[in-house]
């Protein structure tokens, strides 16, 4: 071994080390306060009136304080499906479309007493969903047949988001900081559990995520959503992609999980959800069973 292979050989294990040694740190980081497996469980809903408290677990977990988001949406039925009960307007980047998007509530929750619980609430007031869905941003508008086709939008997100104690919920409490866990519970409207077999549009079509997306994860999100339920909370009728959209009747680019995912399995050249491009993803949109288990439905939007 000459010189230069010996410098060359040690750079290299100086290297390895350097990796370990920078893996090792952030690991410690981790479990310092907490596993790298922490996650939540609900284990409570309550709705008084229309103000809805989250009580939860954090399993694996030592700190007070855990940063999370959480979403509420709303089942309606087959035809409409899922509505998420926080609306916000969104402009992605400057230029691009004013659309309508589900939304969420993003906090820093410090265990009480007894233990981790949150009420949705807005600038320190609780939301109070009786009143329907609630706008955490203002609402697009515009002119001439343009401002009527948001019109539209808006008031078929007042219809079908008017509060309904029949109804059934669907809350969702997900990481916002280093670990990725989601969580999940539905209730009705009036605070009585439902448990997740017997909640609506638990299609069969989801447990097949997993059988190619290893344990429900996806990089959309930074890797940070894991239940493919949850997608539906935000992915309905009523969330559209700024970045895809024009500012013309009819030019918003929906974002449901039926045409997104249709969309993105069949290798669509040119297809991007906000800027990230699908064009290369395997075309595998003809095998219908890989997602659809049983029968497998008659398209009726097309993909
Ligand atoms: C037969 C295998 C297969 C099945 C089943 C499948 N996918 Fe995929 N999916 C892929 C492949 C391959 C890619 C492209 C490679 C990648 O990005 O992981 C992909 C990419 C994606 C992406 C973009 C990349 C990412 O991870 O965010 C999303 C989102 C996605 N799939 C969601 C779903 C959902 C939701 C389901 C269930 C309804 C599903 N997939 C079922 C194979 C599959
Ligand atoms: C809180 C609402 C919300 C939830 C929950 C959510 N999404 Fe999204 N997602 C959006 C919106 C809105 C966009 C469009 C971009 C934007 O406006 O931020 C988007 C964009 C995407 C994109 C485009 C690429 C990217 O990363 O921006 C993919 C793929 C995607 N979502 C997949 C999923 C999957 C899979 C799930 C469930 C595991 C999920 N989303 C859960 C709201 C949500
Ligand atoms: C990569 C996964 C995937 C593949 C492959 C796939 N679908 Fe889907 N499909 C979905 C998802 C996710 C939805 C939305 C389900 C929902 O809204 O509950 C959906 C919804 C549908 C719907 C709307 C009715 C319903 O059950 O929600 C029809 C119809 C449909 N798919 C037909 C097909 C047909 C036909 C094929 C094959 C040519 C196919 N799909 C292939 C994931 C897939």
């Not at 410098?7 to 893996?23: G, M, N």
């Not at 050249?269 to 699908?278: L, P, R």
């Amino acid at each position: 071994m000459n010189i230069t292979s010996k410098k060359k050989l040690f750079l290299i294990v100086t290297l390895l080390t350097t990796i370990v040694a920078v893996v090792a740190l952030n690991m410690s980081a981790i479990a310092a306060n907490h596993s790298a497996k922490a996650k939540a469980e609900i284990t409570n809903v309550t709705v008084n009136n229309g103000e809805i408290t989250v009580r939860f677990d954090m399993l694996n977990y030592k700190a007070n304080k855990v940063s999370l988001e959480f979403t509420i949406a709303k089942w309606v039925n087959d035809q409409i499906g899922w509505i998420n009960m926080l609306q916000r307007n969104r402009i992605y980047e400057e230029g691009a479309t004013e659309v309508v998007r589900a939304g969420n509530l993003r906090v820093e929750v410090t265990k009480g007493k007894d233990g981790f619980s949150y009420t949705f609430k807005h600038k320190d007031a609780a939301i109070d969903f009786s009143k329907g869905a609630y706008w955490t941003h203002k609402k697009p508008a515009g002119e001439g047949e343009y401002g009527a086709y948001i019109n539209h939008i808006l008031s078929e997100i007042e219809r079908h988001g008017k509060w309904d104690a029949d109804a059934i919920y669907r809350i969702g409490v997900t990481s916002r900081q280093d670990e990725r866990f989601t969580a999940v519970a539905y209730t009705t409207g009036t605070g009585t559990a439902i448990a997740a077999d017997n909640a609506p549009n638990q299609s069969i079509t989801l447990a097949s995520c997993a059988s190619c997306h290893a344990g429900g994860t996806f990089k959309a999100h930074s890797n940070r959503r894991h239940d493919p339920q949850l997608c539906f909370s935000c992915h309905n009728n009523f969330t559209y992609d700024s970045m895809n959209s024009v500012a013309e009747a009819d030019g918003w680019a929906s974002v449901d999980m039926q045409t997104m995912i249709h969309s993105i399995h069949a290798g669509i050249d040119g297809y991007k959800v906000a800027k990230a491009d699908y064009s290369s993803t395997p075309n595998i949109i003809k095998n219908c069973a890989a997602c659809h288990k049983g029968d497998v439905p008659v398209p009726v939007r097309g993909y």
